[in-house]
């Protein structure tokens, strides 16, 4: 089956940029998401990205490169509240199954 | 307010025992889904539903029944729940289908524990 892998946790410090990375099958899916999931939350609606490209969303930015099956999330200017889950997820090709990666838990430290 | 309302929010039951767990959309969204959340698996996409009597299997739909006889519920029904079956249930919904590629809602999730 189609997988989606990304690192299981990350640090960062307040006020830095962090980078978490999110790869795939590339012939599998349609769209690219992300996700964001504060312990004990349900996961809210970051951003996606359908074609090659940054999309710039405030503070929150994800890259797409199709050809290499490789996603990334930005956040900048980090602040303690973004200590959460994120969760990459894409929508399979012929189909609107949902697959989801197991998720980057984000520590930020001050 | 647009939400997607989930009900029960916790659930203990024994194996064996029917259950339905609700799922409501206020959205008028046509796509919906039930995913499970378990410690190192990450969302598993159980059942979908592209619009009314339509209805999909995702990854790991054994044990699970779903129907959509109307547009804004999504029922999750386990006629002989198992141990195993104890997970974080997520309900979401996503306004359009074909060609049309948007953010999921997710309800509040239901915490079902079966003993």
């Known amino acids: 089956g189609q997988n989606i892998d990304q690192p299981t946790e990350m640090t960062a410090t307040e006020g830095a940029i962090v980078q978490i990375n999110c790869t795939y099958q590339?012939?599998?899916?349609?769209?690219l998401f992300w996700y964001q999931q504060h312990a004990g939350e349900a996961p809210t609606f970051l951003s996606y990205?359908?074609?090659?490209g940054l999309e710039e969303k405030g503070r929150f930015s994800s890259f797409l490169s199709r050809s290499k099956g490789y996603s990334y999330l930005l956040l900048k200017e980090l602040q303690m509240k973004d200590s959460a889950s994120y969760l990459c997820?894409?929508?399979?090709?012929?189909?609107?199954?949902?697959?989801f990666g197991t998720g980057t838990r984000l520590k930020v430290l001050a | 307010e647009a939400q997607v309302t989930q009900n029960p929010r916790y659930l203990i039951t024994v194996t064996g025992k029917k259950l339905t767990v609700t799922c409501s959309q206020n959205?008028?969204?046509?796509?919906m889904s039930w995913y499970r959340q378990d410690p190192g698996l990450g969302l598993r996409q159980i059942y979908y539903?592209?619009?009314?009597?339509?209805?999909d299997k995702g990854d790991v739909p054994e044990g699970y029944k779903v129907s959509r006889k109307e547009k804004r519920n999504f029922p999750l029904i386990l006629e002989s729940p198992s141990p195993n079956q104890t997970s974080l249930y997520f309900c979401?919904?996503?306004?359009?289908?074909?060609?049309?590629?948007?953010?999921?809602?997710f309800g509040p999730g239901t915490r079902l524990t079966v003993l």
């Open positions: 997820a894409g929508i399979t090709s012929g189909t609107y199954k949902y697959i």
């Open positions: 590339t012939s599998g899916f349609n769209g």
């Open positions: 990205n359908v074609l090659d």
């Open positions: 959205m008028n969204h046509e796509y």
């Open positions: 539903s592209m619009n009314v009597e339509v209805t």
């Open positions: 979401a919904s996503m306004r359009g289908t074909s060609g049309s590629l948007d953010e999921q809602f």
